[in-house]
Protein backbone atom coordinates (compact mmCIF):
# COMPACT_ATOMS: atom_id res chain seq x y z
CA UNK A 1 0.00 0.00 0.00
CA UNK A 2 1.47 3.53 -1.09
CA UNK A 3 1.72 5.67 1.86
CA UNK A 4 3.47 9.09 2.76
CA UNK A 5 4.21 9.09 6.75
CA UNK A 6 5.25 12.04 8.50
CA UNK A 7 7.17 12.69 11.58
CA UNK A 8 9.10 14.83 13.80
CA UNK A 9 6.85 17.46 14.16
CA UNK A 10 6.77 18.91 17.74
CA UNK A 11 6.93 22.38 20.15
CA UNK A 12 9.53 24.70 20.15
CA UNK A 13 10.78 28.05 21.53
CA UNK A 14 11.62 31.27 18.60
CA UNK A 15 14.77 30.21 17.30
CA UNK A 16 14.76 27.12 17.30
CA UNK A 17 15.26 23.70 15.09
CA UNK A 18 13.26 20.88 13.75
CA UNK A 19 13.36 18.08 11.45
CA UNK A 20 10.80 17.14 9.71
CA UNK A 21 10.79 13.38 8.04
CA UNK A 22 8.72 11.67 5.58
CA UNK A 23 8.41 8.26 4.55
CA UNK A 24 6.98 6.98 1.17
CA UNK A 25 5.93 4.06 1.47
CA UNK A 26 5.47 1.04 -1.18
CA UNK A 27 6.83 4.10 -3.98
CA UNK A 28 9.55 3.83 -6.55
CA UNK A 29 10.94 7.46 -4.94
CA UNK A 30 13.38 7.86 -7.73
CA UNK A 31 9.90 8.39 -9.83
CA UNK A 32 8.77 11.15 -7.22
CA UNK A 33 8.45 14.96 -7.26
CA UNK A 34 8.24 15.59 -3.59
CA UNK A 35 7.16 18.63 -1.40
CA UNK A 36 6.37 19.87 1.65
CA UNK A 37 3.46 22.08 2.68
CA UNK A 38 1.81 23.42 5.45
CA UNK A 39 -1.38 25.02 6.69
CA UNK A 40 -1.64 27.72 9.69
CA UNK A 41 -4.93 27.64 11.58
CA UNK A 42 -7.62 29.85 9.25
CA UNK A 43 -5.47 30.27 6.60
CA UNK A 44 -4.74 28.23 3.06
CA UNK A 45 -2.19 25.60 2.47
CA UNK A 46 0.38 26.83 1.07
CA UNK A 47 3.95 25.10 -0.53
CA UNK A 48 7.18 25.60 1.34
CA UNK A 49 9.82 23.14 -1.00
CA UNK A 50 10.23 21.01 -3.22
CA UNK A 51 12.47 18.71 -4.34
CA UNK A 52 13.31 17.01 -8.03
CA UNK A 53 14.17 13.60 -8.66
CA UNK A 54 18.00 14.76 -9.08
CA UNK A 55 17.84 16.98 -6.00
CA UNK A 56 17.13 20.41 -7.47
CA UNK A 57 14.83 22.17 -4.74
CA UNK A 58 12.81 25.52 -4.85
CA UNK A 59 11.81 27.59 -1.67
CA UNK A 60 8.91 29.51 -0.87
CA UNK A 61 10.43 32.88 0.17
CA UNK A 62 9.36 32.99 3.71
CA UNK A 63 11.71 30.09 4.37
CA UNK A 64 14.41 30.50 2.38
CA UNK A 65 17.67 30.33 4.07
CA UNK A 66 15.82 28.60 7.01
CA UNK A 67 14.70 25.93 5.56
CA UNK A 68 16.25 22.88 3.65
CA UNK A 69 14.61 20.23 1.59
CA UNK A 70 16.14 16.74 0.88
CA UNK A 71 15.43 13.17 0.03
CA UNK A 72 16.73 9.88 0.15
CA UNK A 73 15.64 7.82 -2.85
CA UNK A 74 17.29 4.75 -1.71
CA UNK A 75 15.29 4.95 2.04
CA UNK A 76 12.61 6.57 0.50
CA UNK A 77 12.67 9.29 2.88
CA UNK A 78 11.93 12.76 2.32
CA UNK A 79 13.05 15.53 5.07
CA UNK A 80 12.81 19.18 5.45
CA UNK A 81 15.77 20.68 8.47
CA UNK A 82 13.59 23.69 9.64
CA UNK A 83 16.01 26.61 11.58
CA UNK A 84 15.58 29.87 13.02
CA UNK A 85 11.85 28.81 13.71
CA UNK A 86 9.32 32.06 14.06
CA UNK A 87 6.21 31.74 15.45
CA UNK A 88 4.60 32.49 12.00
CA UNK A 89 5.90 28.78 10.94
CA UNK A 90 3.37 27.91 13.29
CA UNK A 91 1.29 25.09 11.17
CA UNK A 92 0.83 21.24 10.24
CA UNK A 93 3.14 20.00 7.56
CA UNK A 94 2.24 17.87 5.07
CA UNK A 95 4.19 15.82 2.91
CA UNK A 96 3.49 15.70 -0.76
CA UNK A 97 4.28 13.30 -3.96
CA UNK A 98 3.54 13.40 -7.47
CA UNK A 99 4.04 10.41 -8.96
CA UNK A 100 5.81 10.88 -12.68
CA UNK A 101 8.12 8.56 -14.38
CA UNK A 102 10.78 5.91 -13.93
CA UNK A 103 12.66 8.31 -15.61
CA UNK A 104 12.20 10.31 -12.76
CA UNK A 105 10.65 13.84 -12.23
CA UNK A 106 11.21 17.77 -12.37
CA UNK A 107 9.57 21.07 -12.08
CA UNK A 108 8.69 19.64 -8.55
CA UNK A 109 6.93 23.33 -7.69
CA UNK A 110 4.37 23.53 -10.22
CA UNK A 111 3.38 19.83 -10.30
CA UNK A 112 -0.45 19.50 -9.33
CA UNK A 113 0.31 16.77 -5.83
CA UNK A 114 -2.38 14.12 -5.07
CA UNK A 115 -1.06 12.29 -2.71
CA UNK A 116 -0.63 13.71 1.03
CA UNK A 117 0.53 12.26 4.42
CA UNK A 118 -1.47 12.65 7.57
CA UNK A 119 0.53 15.92 8.56
CA UNK A 120 2.60 16.54 11.63
CA UNK A 121 2.07 19.34 13.88
CA UNK A 122 4.86 22.13 14.29
CA UNK A 123 4.38 24.65 17.20
CA UNK A 124 6.66 27.68 17.53
CA UNK A 125 6.15 29.75 20.57
CA UNK A 126 8.04 33.02 21.20
Known amino acids: QRQLVESGGGSVQSGGSLRLSCAAR????????LAWFRQAPEKEREAVAS???????TYADSVKGRFTISRDNVGSMLYLQMNNLTPEDTAIYYC????????????????????WGQGTQVTVSS
Open 26 to 33: GYLTRSLC
Open 51 to 57: IDSDGTS
Open 96 to 115: AAYAHSIAGCSNSWGRRYAT
